[in-house]
């Protein structure tokens, strides 16, 4: 299983972002897919799912601001970023279970700063 992120980078207060996490290894469409994110000092938090059928879910501290969608035929899984803020500063990972094994990738960093 192999999870690649990417898309992260510096933006501006209320700006957006997209975030992609490429998938591999394993059979994309039967798995759930989820977003974390990781703050300096902080612990690692939940901040989007999306399972393989029905609506995704969101973190309180990012509804109505982020969207997470999923490409089962690329292996593709996204987070769309917007209304930014400087608290969603952090390294955002893709996370997936399969078989009862966590897989992580090695994330991305966001920073959101004027």
């Known amino acids: 299983v192999q999870l690649v992120e990417s898309g992260g980078g510096l933006v501006q207060p209320g700006g957006s972002l997209r975030l992609s996490c490429a998938a591999s290894?394993?059979?994309?469409?039967?798995?759930?897919m989820s977003w974390y994110r990781q703050s300096p000092g902080k612990q690692r938090e939940w901040v989007a799912g999306?399972?393989?059928?029905?609506?995704?879910n969101y973190a309180d501290s990012v509804k109505g601001r982020f969207s997470i969608s999923r490409d089962n035929a690329k292996n593709m899984v996204y987070l769309q970023m917007n209304s930014l803020k400087p608290e969603d500063t952090a390294v955002y990972y893709c996370?997936?279970?399969?078989?009862?094994?966590?897989?992580w990738g090695q994330g991305t960093q966001v920073t959101v700063s004027s």
């Open positions: 290894g394993f059979t994309f469409s039967n798995n759930a």
């Open positions: 999306i399972p393989r059928f029905g609506r995704p």
């Open positions: 996370r997936v279970v399969v078989a009862f094994s966590d897989y």
